[in-house]
T-cell receptor
């Protein structure tokens, strides 16, 4: 059973471009979580999604960031008009059910560099 | 708000040495505590956890005890191996934070390198 997949692993964007990060959860998992790790900081929760629904986006920046988890296909974290401060590692996790009961399984992360 | 402070790395040890990675936390409620490990090129994996005071989590020779009086959850292993080289993250989830205890709060991570 493949683990959580994230791609690309490394992404370089110029200021003002768009970044799209993809996350394929483990097979059978319908709950997805995105975390961001800024330089010299710990991972911070961004958003929690179930299929076709955003459950909690309290950790998402108010502008330029959006996330989706469509009925078919991977979850996408989209950052519009990237700025240098968006440079970070973005981790996706998935769980079988709500993570208060089920373990979150993490992907290897996407390292975004904005030049 | 909740926060986790863990020992600054990197930590370099020789094989069979004793390991301690310190972790302390601040939380408004009664958190569950976790240690995750990230091996090179892989995702974070749950190493061990404890859900209440005085619980001891253990796995693969690693252990950590939930100390409410010192708000700590230090990771220990009696004899490390080269294969333990990885980044270790301490984390908490607060079940009293309005039902949103799926939100994990992580420390910065500690890089451990074990030399033969």
């Amino acid at each position: 059973n493949a683990g959580v997949m994230q791609n690309p692993r490394h992404l370089v964007r110029r200021r003002g471009q768009e970044a799209r990060l993809r996350c394929s959860p483990m097979k059978g998992h319908s709950h997805v979580y995105w975390y961001r790790q800024l330089p010299e900081e710990g991972l911070k929760f961004m958003v929690y999604l179930q299929k076709e629904n955003i459950i909690d986006e309290s950790g998402m920046p108010k502008e330029r960031f959006s996330a989706e988890f469509p009925k078919e296909g991977p979850s996408i974290l989209r950052i519009q008009q990237v700025v240098r401060g968006d440079s970070a590692a973005y981790f996706c996790a998935s769980s079988l059910g709500l993570a208060e009961t089920y373990e979150q399984y993490f992907g290897p992360g996407t390292r975004l560099t904005v030049t | 708000g909740n926060s986790v402070t863990q020992m600054e790395g990197p930590v370099t040890l020789s094989e069979e040495a004793f390991l301690t990675i310190n972790c302390t936390y601040t939380a408004t409620g009664y958190p569950s505590l976790f240690w995750y490990v990230q091996y090179p090129g892989e995702g974070l994996q749950l190493l061990l956890k404890a859900t209440k005071a005085d619980d001891k989590g253990s796995n693969k020779g690693f252990e950590a005890t939930y100390r409410k009086e010192t708000t700590s959850f230090h990771l220990e292993k009696g004899s490390v191996q080269v294969s333990d080289s990885a980044v270790y993250f301490c984390a908490l989830s607060d079940p009293n934070s309005g039902g949103s205890n799926y939100k994990l709060t992580f420390g910065k991570g500690t890089l451990l390198t074990v030399n033969p």
